[in-house]
T-cell receptor, first 114, second 113 residues
Framework: AQTVTQSQPEMSVQEAETVTLSCTYDTSESDYYLFWYKQPPSRQMILVIRQEAYKQQNATENRFSVNFQKAAKSFSLKISDSQLGDAAMYFCAYTSNRDDKIIFGKGTRLHILP | DGGITQSPKYLFRKEGQNVTLSCEQNLNHDAMYWYRQDPGQGLRLIYYSQIVNDFQKGDIAEGYSVSREKKESFPLTVTSAQKNPTAFYLC????????????FGEGSWLTVV
């Protein structure tokens, strides 16, 4: 069965610094998708970044980038120039074309220190 | 604008009552999902549906029921058999028209009074 593990329940970073959130997953599939979602106190789930497994290039969205290591099954999220608005719960998620199930990690709560 | 609409945003349930949460999407997605989130916790899958008239149990289906009579709609009923229903409920959908990106509704808060 597929699993997603986020090993850091909480993290803190100084404003304007860089922080990396880790995510590892386990799957036997070759065609899948990985996502990072941000959940602020409003509870709205906001897509931060997505990665297709067949693409070797790491996805980037402004200050957010991933380090996708397919062989190691690792999908970490790097946030550069951290801002107060980045404070939230971050979830790593996996889904594949084969069975449509979405697997979420338990989340990492990110605190931004002014 | 395409998206997912959940209603109501806040709902109160008396002991022994069934309540239904609505989830509608206009993204032409085949797959739809219901998740439960308790305070400070992650998302737990209740039910999901890959196609009309078909759905599968997730990890915590007991005390819940769903239907998928239309592609756009996936309502969740919280039955009186669910002993601790107070939680935040999220509906999601996913499909090829959106490159398999997962879309979420804004969520529904259910409180037992």
């Amino acid at each position: 069965a597929q699993t997603v593990t986020q090993s850091q329940p909480e993290m803190s970073v100084q404003e304007a610094e860089t922080v990396t959130l880790s995510c590892t997953y386990d799957t036997s599939e070759s065609d899948y998708y990985l996502f990072w979602y941000k959940q602020p106190p409003s509870r709205q789930m906001i897509l931060v970044i997505r990665q297709e497994a067949y693409k070797q290039q790491n996805a980037t969205e402004n200050r957010f980038s991933v380090n996708f290591q397919k062989a190691a099954k690792s999908f970490s999220l790097k946030i550069s120039d951290s801002q107060l608005g980045d404070a939230a719960m971050y979830f790593c998620a996996y889904t594949s074309n084969r069975d449509d199930k979405i697997i979420f990690g338990k989340g990492t709560r990110l605190h931004i220190l002014p | 604008d395409g998206g997912i609409t959940q209603s109501p945003k806040y709902l109160f349930r008396k002991e022994g009552q069934n309540v239904t949460l609505s989830c509608e999407q206009n993204l032409n997605h085949d797959a739809m999902y219901w998740y439960r989130q308790d305070p400070g916790q992650g998302l737990r899958l209740i039910y999901y549906s890959q196609i009309v008239n078909d759905f599968q149990k997730g990890d915590i289906a007991e005390g819940y029921s769903v239907s998928r009579e239309k592609k756009e709609s996936f309502p969740l009923t919280v039955t009186s058999a669910q002993k601790n229903p107070t939680a935040f409920y999220l509906c999601a959908s996913r499909g090829r028209p959106s490159g398999n990106t997962i879309y979420f509704g804004e969520g529904s808060w259910l409180t037992v009074v």
